[in-house]
C-alpha cells in the first residue's frame, strides 16, 4: 500500500514517569505534566502508566477500553486539544481475559485506535526468578496502524521492540513513526535499549518514538531503565531521558523522512 508522506511537521511529547502501586497518584503526577492547550500535537505516554504492581494486583485494576481510566484519558485529549497516546492499560476484555493495551485518543478525546500487545515479555534472571507476561496477559493478534495528522504510524508495546518483522510490516505501509512506549527493565535497557530502538528507525528509515518508565515497581522491586527517547530517520537520538522523571519535546520533520529515503534507498529495494 503506497500513502503519501506527510506535508507538516508533527510536535510530540513524550512523557516518563515513575509508575506506583496508586492509580490516582500516577495520574495526578502525568496530569500535573501533561502540556498546555495547543503547545504540542502528539502526547505519549510509557506502557502501564498509570499502575504499576505484582500479577494480582494487574489482574484487579484491569478495565475495558471505554471505562473509567480511558474516559480520564480521553478527557485530557480533549482539554489539550492534543492526540493522546495512552502508552498501556491493562484491559479487560470479556469475563477472563486480560490484554497489555494502547489506546489512541484523537484531539477531540475520541477512541481512535487501540493495540494489544502482541509479544509478551519473559525474562529468566539470576536467582532463578522468572518474569513471565503471558502469566497475566493473552496475546495482541494484531498490528495497528493509524494516521495522526498526516503522519501513518505504527503501534508496538515494549518487548515488540525485538521482533523486527512487525516493524517491516509497518514500513511496507510506508510508515513514518514507529510508537514503542514501554517498561524495559534496567537490566535489559542497559544494553539492548539504544541499540535496538536507533536499529528499528534505521532499518525501517522512520522517526521512533519510545517514552519508557523509570524507577522501581514497588511490588516486585524490579527497576525499569527509563531514557525514553526520541530517534530520526537516519539514526540520530533527537531528544533522551535520563533515569528520572521526564517530559521531552522534540519536532518531527517531514524533510528529514525525505531527505533519509531519498539518500539511500532502501526501502525501494526491498526482496523480502
Same mark, same amino acid.
Given at each position: 500500500m503506497h500513502t503519501p508522506l506527510p506535508s507538516n511537521p508533527l510536535r510530540v511529547t513524550l512523557i516518563q514517569n515513575d509508575a506506583v502501586s496508586d492509580l490516582q497518584a500516577n495520574m495526578a503526577w502525568i496530569e500535573e505534566h501533561l502540556p498546555a492547550t495547543g503547545s504540542t500535537d502528539l502526547v505519549a505516554l510509557p506502557e502501564v502508566f498509570a499502575f504499576r504492581g505484582d500479577d494480582d494486583e494487574y489482574r484487579s485494576h484491569a478495565e475495558p477500553s471505554d471505562g473509567a481510566l480511558a474516559k480520564r484519558l480521553a478527557a485530557s485529549a480533549a482539554r489539550m486539544k492534543s492526540w493522546l497516546l495512552a502508552g498501556s492499560i491493562i484491559e479487560r476484555a470479556g469475563d477472563n481475559a486480560c490484554f497489555n493495551t494502547s489506546l489512541l485518543f484523537d484531539r477531540s478525546g475520541r477512541l481512535v485506535a487501540t493495540y494489544r500487545k502482541m509479544h509478551l515479555f519473559e525474562a529468566h534472571l539470576e536467582g532463578g526468578r522468572v518474569i513471565r507476561e503471558s502469566d497475566v496477559y493473552n496475546s495482541g493478534t494484531t498490528p495497528t496502524l493509524i494516521s495522526i495528522e498526516g503522519w501513518v504510524c505504527g503501534l508496538s508495546i515494549c518487548y515488540d521492540l525485538r521482533f523486527p518483522e512487525l516493524y517491516r510490516h509497518y514500513a511496507a505501509q510506508n510508515a513514518g513513526i514507529l510508537l514503542i512506549p514501554s517498561n524495559f527493565t534496567q537490566r535489559t535497557g542497559r544494553d539492548h535499549w *539504544? $541499540?535496538?530502538? +536507533?536499529? +528499528?528507525?534505521? *532499518?525501517?528509515?522512520?522517526? $521512533?518514538?519510545?517514552?519508557?518508565? !523509570?524507577? +522501581?515497581?514497588? +511490588?516486585?522491586? !524490579?527497576?525499569?531503565?527509563?531514557h525514553s527517547m526520541a530517534v530520526g530517520p537516519w539514526g540520530e537520538v533527537l531528544a533522551s531521558a535520563e533515569d528520572k522523571p521526564a517530559v521531552l519535546q522534540v519536532t518531527l520533520m517531514p524533510a528529514m523522512l525525505q531527505e533519509t529515503r531519498a539518500r539511500v534507498p532502501a526501502l525501494a529495494h526491498r526482496r523480502m
Open positions: *539504544e $541499540v535496538l530502538l +536507533r536499529a +528499528r528507525a534505521i *532499518e525501517n528509515q522512520s522517526f $521512533v518514538i519510545a517514552p519508557d518508565q !523509570c524507577g +522501581r515497581n514497588p +511490588r516486585t522491586q !524490579c527497576k525499569s531503565h527509563g
